[in-house]
């Protein structure tokens, strides 16, 4: 397939650049309606004007549709497919994100704009919404708008629907393969390591840190000489409070676990709706692995201390902000 191309040269009405893929003059559809120029935002006339609002966007629709149908967008070899994200799934999560959870951020200059980096969080919520909000995060306010590669189970690459959707938004098996091939093209790698024993843990144990298994994601740092930036997520954990777990009708289904909230399964497909907790994402200060070297990886000690320095600093930015929080929903 052919390439992306460039992006437009315009600014969004919050001064952001635009992502859109470029068309005649240097524009979008969106930036090349009347009241626009290059490099600023829409003119506010413009905006104010709903039929001039809808064929725009009426026009970027049909642009998109046209990249699709004649193969005019990249895939590369995990199956990513960046034009997808942008124009299909982000756009359905940004509501969640910006008006449902109301989603902060913190410390985005931890992220480096280009170049590998193993960004590592909190995982909680019984759905992991979590892990998309960090991604969505990165990719609309981090100033170089990077893509996370996430790191997934098996699970999510075994259903249907969720498989084809997992792949195009970028995410890849959990295996250190993978995980090394995308560091080493200086991609932004997402891992979870507390897996499902922090997905599906209970609401009584809330931001209580699972185990974070044997370090793997720090042998991949090491090997790669990539820099770790810990991140923590508070919010997610009030969304479904799982006050118990269905074990066996789990074990039949072939789950990892069965939840049981307040609100589900008593009140059906009601009872999926999350609950609209107040989200804050802080990306905390980077820790740097290159100065170790890849034979660090044969010594247990530095393995389990990077671990831990880790965990830690995830656990205690995660206290520091339940603290100074004000309420659950605000």
């Known amino acids: 397939m052919t390439g992306a191309g460039e992006r437009c040269q315009s600014l969004t009405k919050k001064g952001e650049r635009c992502r859109n893929p470029v068309g005649p003059g240097g524009r979008c559809a969106r930036h090349r309606q009347p009241g626009t120029t290059p490099g600023a935002g829409p003119d506010p006339g413009a905006q104010g004007d709903p039929g001039a609002a809808l064929l725009g966007w009426a026009e970027e629709a049909l642009e998109f549709l046209g990249r699709r149908l004649l193969g005019e967008y990249q895939v590369d070899e995990f199956g990513h497919d960046p034009d997808l994200v942008e124009h299909v799934l982000a756009p359905l999560l940004r509501p969640l994100y910006r008006h449902w959870w109301r989603v902060e951020t913190r410390g985005l200059e931890h992220v480096p704009a280009k170049g590998p980096a193993l960004v590592v969080g909190n995982h909680a919520g019984t759905l992991p919404f979590d892990a998309l909000m960090v991604a969505l995060a990165l990719l609309d306010d981090h100033p170089a708008h990077r893509s996370l590669r996430m790191l997934a189970a098996d699970l999510a690459f075994n259903l249907p629907v969720v498989a084809p959707l997992a792949r195009k938004s970028g995410n890849t098996l959990a295996c250190a393969e993978d995980a090394r091939r995308l560091l080493e093209a200086g991609e932004l790698v997402g891992v979870w390591p507390e897996g499902y024993k922090g997905l599906g843990k209970p609401y009584r144990e809330r931001y209580r840190l699972q185990r974070f298994g044997r370090g793997g994601f720090v042998e991949i740092a090491l090997r790669t000489g990539a820099p770790i930036v810990p991140v923590a997520v508070l919010g997610s954990e009030e969304i479904y409070p799982m006050v118990a777990n269905l074990r066996r009708l789990a074990r039949l289904l072939g789950l990892p676990y069965f939840p049981v909230t307040p609100t589900f399964p008593l009140l059906g497909p009601l009872g999926a709706i ?57």
């Open 274 to 330: 999350p609950l609209p907790s107040k989200w804050l994402i802080e990306f905390c200060p980077r820790i740097e692995t290159a100065h170790l070297g890849p034979e660090a990886v044969l010594d247990p000690m530095v393995l389990f201390d990077l671990t831990d320095q880790v965990r830690d600093t995830i656990q205690q930015t995660l206290h520091a902000n339940l603290v100074a929080r004000r309420g659950v929903f605000t």
